[in-house]
Nanobody
Framework: QVQLVESGGGLVQAGGSLKLSCEAS????????MGWYRQAPGKQRELVAT???????KYVNSVLGRFTIYRDNAKNTVYLQMNSLKPEDAAVYYC?????????????WGQGTLVTVSS
């Protein structure tokens, strides 16, 4: 099995910064694209950013220029640096990946980490 554990959420004032981390562990053979999603109360989960194993990135338009996704393949960890946070960024942030393990291919979600942005 493969597990994802997120950390780094918390309360921050508008304009502030937070860095989220997500570490994959378990019987991992290879990890493909890793991504961050978020879900605010009463809203659907949305894609925030993704990064391929080769380092190519994509972002939702609303975070362009403010958020940066990067990964450390040696540590099976993906990060999301969030700067200039806005109240509308407040949500539960989830890490996601597709991984090959000893039992086959798995799509895995983390448990989520809460980001609260005060105005």
């Amino acid at each position: 099995q493969v597990q994802l554990v997120e950390s780094g959420g918390g309360l921050v004032q508008a304009g502030g910064s937070l860095k989220l981390s997500c570490e994959a562990s378990g019987s991992i053979l290879r990890i493909n694209t890793m991504g961050w999603y978020r879900q605010a109360p009463g809203k659907q989960r949305e894609l925030v950013a993704t990064i391929t194993s080769g380092g190519s990135t994509k972002y939702v338009n609303s975070v362009l220029g403010r958020f940066t996704i990067y990964r450390d393949n040696a540590k099976n960890t993906v990060y999301l640096q969030m700067n200039s946070l806005k109240p509308e960024d407040a949500a539960v942030y989830y890490c996601n990946t597709g991984a090959y393990s000893s039992t086959g291919y798995l799509e895995v979600w983390g448990q989520g980490t809460l980001v609260t942005v005060s105005s």
